[in-house]
């Protein structure tokens, strides 16, 4: 294990109490400490950061023979952060092999209304991915999507359809690659007792930002904002 930017340490040194003190490592690995200002300790380990610490003590006069203590508070800098349209935002820590999976799966999943392609950040100036979460899912692509400490995934909302009517579950629901109208109905719980499998309407958007009211088969493919009512079956 490794120190390296945004990582908490505290020292202590001994006999010397006023010298304790607790600080992040910054970007560029240093770390502030009483005295000696500025210590580069980034990629150190935390046994080798103690002792270049404390040379540093010696070298410059400071202390004959200083016995410092470097505790690792919090080890930010292997981390992950998951953000958006997931149960349980925040920050994770990585293993050597973590994955875009394996990070969503810390986060507690993707919300019902959170999209299936999520977007990759990686530290400095390396381009976002967008990331196929079924792809991975159905195994495409699964060497490509190991975590670096640093990395962010942002999880969007997905576009949303509303349906109501003769339907179980009346709702907004995130739309699925490739969504048909009879699938929509699925999300939302099916039909009702009194429901029509092929009388429906969708309140649908044009460009202009008007709304037309518009007949749909159950194969209609279902657009962003999509206003999908079923209607009563003839009896």
């Known amino acids: 294990m490794v120190l390296g930017p945004g990582d908490i340490v505290e020292m202590r040194m001994f006999g010397q109490p006023d010298m304790n003190t607790q600080g992040f490592i910054a970007d560029n690995g240093e770390l502030s400490l009483p005295l000696l200002g500025a210590v580069d300790i980034g990629d150190l380990t935390p046994n080798a950061a103690q002792t270049r610490i404390e040379s540093a003590y010696r070298e410059q006069g400071y202390f004959r023979d200083p016995q410092i203590s470097l505790t690792l508070v919090e080890h930010r800098s292997q981390q992950v952060a998951v953000l958006g349209a997931v149960n349980q935002p925040g920050r994770f820590s990585l293993s050597s092999r973590t994955t875009v999976l394996d990070a969503l799966a810390e986060a507690g999943g993707i919300t019902a209304r959170g999209a299936r392609s999520v977007v990759l950040i990686h530290r400095g100036d390396a381009p976002r991915q967008r990331v196929d979460i079924d792809a991975l899912v159905a195994g495409s692509g699964a060497g490509d999507n190991v975590l670096k400490a ?86």
């Open 150 to 235: 640093g990395d962010t995934i942002y999880v969007p909302e997905a576009p949303l359809f509303y349906i109501y009517g003769q339907v179980q579950r009346p709702d907004a629901y995130a739309i699925q690659p490739g969504m048909t109208v009879m699938q929509a109905i699925s999300t939302g719980g099916g039909l009702t007792d009194r429901g029509s499998n092929s009388r429906f309407t969708i309140h649908r958007k044009s460009p202009d930002g008007a709304v037309h009211e518009v007949d749909a088969l159950p194969t209609t493919p279902v657009q962003p904002d999509d206003v999908i009512f079923v209607k009563e079956r003839f009896f």
